[in-house]
């Protein structure tokens, strides 16, 4: 089948919506699906087209022309979206998140053969599940809706109740990396950050977190392994705690090398403002590591609380000094949450019954397809 997938950003850019797509789409294109990505160019110079794994990947200024507020730009790439439906003719159309270019895709869609696919990878906010709202808008036109997990779901419905019969849920999950996990570090202990530098994933609270705990236990380091725009106001701030010299930044850090870097941390920090399903706590698992979260959306469906993580209160710097100084004081209690979150993943997130499941949709999907076009 011919499958066409809008993704506001993609590789070369590393978040829990682009690894999914990263590793996902090829394994689809092993299953005979035709397979191809629109994205946008992003901040960084990347070709126009590419290909990889079988996936052809194009870029658009998307996010210039939004950024820019260019009304002839807009105009152009919807022409461009038009054409480039006429020319695919695609069976499945899969929205892989909302996004702003979607936008510049709405119009588009109209008069479509192919069947929609809505994915949602984290909850709406309210301004989003207001009716004319184009998250709204999306989920009425689309054929099928697909969320990470099931707080999410559960939400989108009671937005838009008439989603229920032609929505399901596909949990989030990645392949285990190619690394076995090493043994939990305590000399010195070391907490990870992995993901965006970005307000939502909010590591300035690890930070103010840490500085305390650094009194109890001077040896404890910090990493902080991805990039964004809150980069240098979190290394201003771990200077004004006294701490940069314990915190070491990475920067991007590619997918391969993921479960190197989780191996060399005690314990994984996500003390988000929300989440859908967190692919990075999957990571965690994969390489036997327990993570410290804050207790919502879909994080409370990956990370048991005291079995294979510690779940702490949201913008609660005190209970997630807590969380981290319980994980020091008792090193076997730390261990075997990291072992336990390892047979977790291992038993609930099966990176082949992901692939499957997602082939299913596509099947199905497909099917909508041709009863839409009709007799060949």
Not at 67 to 80: A, F, I, Q, T, V
Request: net charge neutral.
């Amino acid at each position: 089948m011919r499958i066409l997938v809008f993704s506001e950003y993609f590789r070369p850019f590393v978040g829990g919506i682009e690894v999914l797509a990263d590793q996902l789409l090829p394994a689809l294109v092993k299953k005979g699906h035709e397979i191809q990505v629109v994205t946008s160019h992003g901040p960084i110079a990347v070709p126009d087209e590419e290909s990889f794994g079988g996936v052809l990947v194009r870029r658009y200024p998307f996010r210039t022309v939004l950024e820019g507020k260019d009304p002839e730009g807009m105009l152009l790439l919807r022409g461009r979206m038009r054409q480039l439906l006429r020319e695919i003719d695609p069976d499945v159309i899969h929205l892989n998140g909302l996004a702003g270019s979607h936008l510049l895709l709405l119009p588009a869609l109209s008069g479509q053969r192919g069947a929609i696919l809505l994915q949602l990878h984290q909850r709406l906010f309210e301004w989003e599940a207001a009716p004319d709202a184009m998250a709204s808008r999306l989920m009425k036109r689309s054929d099928w809706v697909l969320s990470v997990c099931n707080s999410t779901l559960v939400q989108a419905r009671q937005a838009l109740p008439e989603i229920e019969p032609r929505s399901s849920v596909i949990r989030n999950t990645v392949a285990a990396p190619p690394f076995d996990p090493t043994p939990l570090p305590f000399m010195p202990p070391t907490f990870l950050c992995l993901g965006r530098l970005a307000a939502q994933k909010q590591f300035d609270l690890a930070l103010r977190a840490a500085a305390p705990v650094l009194k109890r236990f001077p040896e404890v380091r910090m990493i902080f392994a991805g990039d964004g725009d809150e980069k240098p106001a979190l290394q201003a701030l771990a200077s004004s705690l006294g701490i940069a010299d314990r915190c070491e930044w990475l920067g991007w850090v590619r997918p391969a090398d993921i479960g190197g870097v989780i191996n060399r941390a005690t314990a994984m920090i996500l003390p988000s403002r929300w989440e859908g399903l967190p692919l990075v706590a999957v990571e965690a698992g994969w390489m036997g590591r327990p993570m410290v979260a804050t207790r919502i959306d879909g994080v409370r469906e990956i990370i048991r609380d005291g079995e294979t993580g510690l779940l702490t209160e949201p913008d609660n710097v005190d209970d997630l000094t807590a969380a981290l100084l319980r994980l020091l004081e008792r090193p076997e209690d730390t261990r075997r949450m990291g072992a336990a979150s390892r047979a977790w993943v291992q038993r609930e997130f099966n990176w082949d019954d992901c692939v499957a499941a997602y082939d299913a949709l596509y099947r199905r999907m497909g099917e909508i397809a041709r009863a839409r076009r009709g007799p060949s």
